[in-house]
């Protein structure tokens, strides 16, 4: 189910490291924001989402940064695991009452053993 | 379980076919909507219905001919499909927006669509 063709940043780590990917956005007024993961063969899962009043938001093993300066977000994801090789999304929606996603390219995560 | 449910999860159809995308969601959503992934694009959202009604065509071709029934059905009814929309394609829904707030679209696994 993933982007297979399109040409994905791949971010390759070894298997107990955190992971850090990377999204940069355009929209200023955007103040919404997810982040999704895509195994293959499934659709994207909902993994964790902020809103623009907050910078960080933390889950389980996953954090998310919001930078509105540098219109930048980040999922970090501690102690990686070899279940957490997907494609990762991240997916912006502006509060204008319009509730459809604009989502970035994704960038593949392999964790190595 | 994802809540979301996509049938058929393969189709391989010529061109002059017509067939269906089936959409059902169980989690008392009222937004549902249908994207397409491709090989060489990020997702792109396709319709948005809220609460029955047609909210965004984003300028599809008319041989995507979307159907919302009620709000836990969706519906992708194809016909003269053309080689290029080969592609997955996938339904989400989420409860439908109030005032300010903003919630996660949940999505399917989508429906492996090749045109021959």
């Known amino acids: 189910g993933e982007s297979v063709g399109l040409h994905l940043p791949t971010l390759s780590v070894q298997e107990g490291d955190n992971s850090i990917i990377n999204c940069a956005y355009s929209?200023?007024?955007?103040?919404?924001f997810i982040w999704y993961k895509q195994e293959s063969g499934k659709g994207p899962q909902f993994i964790i989402d902020i809103r623009s009043n907050m910078d960080k938001r933390q889950g389980q093993r996953v954090t998310v940064l919001l930078n509105k300066t540098v219109k930048h977000l980040s999922l970090q994801i501690a102690a990686t695991q070899p279940g957490d090789s997907a494609v990762y999304f991240c997916?912006?929606?502006?509060?204008?009452?319009?509730?459809?996603?604009?989502f970035g390219s994704g960038t593949r995560l392999q964790v190595q053993p | 379980e994802t809540g979301v449910t996509q049938t058929p999860r393969h189709l391989v159809m010529g061109m002059t076919n017509k067939k269906s995308l089936k959409c059902e969601q169980h989690?008392?959503?009222?937004?549902m909507y249908w994207y397409k992934q491709s090989a060489k694009k990020p997702l792109e959202l396709m319709f948005v219905?809220?609460?029955?009604?047609?909210?965004e065509n984003n300028s599809v071709p008319s041989r995507f001919s979307p159907e919302c029934p009620n709000s836990s059905h969706l519906f992708l009814h194809l016909h003269t499909l053309q080689p290029e929309d080969s592609a997955l394609y996938l339904c989400?829904?989420?409860?439908?927006?109030?005032?300010?707030?903003?919630?996660?679209?949940?999505f399917g696994d989508g429906t492996r669509l090749s045109i021959l």
């Open positions: 989400a829904s989420s409860p439908a927006a109030q005032g300010r707030s903003n919630q996660p679209q949940h």
């Open positions: 997916a912006e929606n502006m509060d204008t009452g319009r509730r459809a996603l604009t």
């Open positions: 989690l008392g959503h009222n937004a």
């Open positions: 219905y809220n609460f029955k009604e047609q909210t």
């Open positions: 929209n200023s007024a955007s103040d919404y």
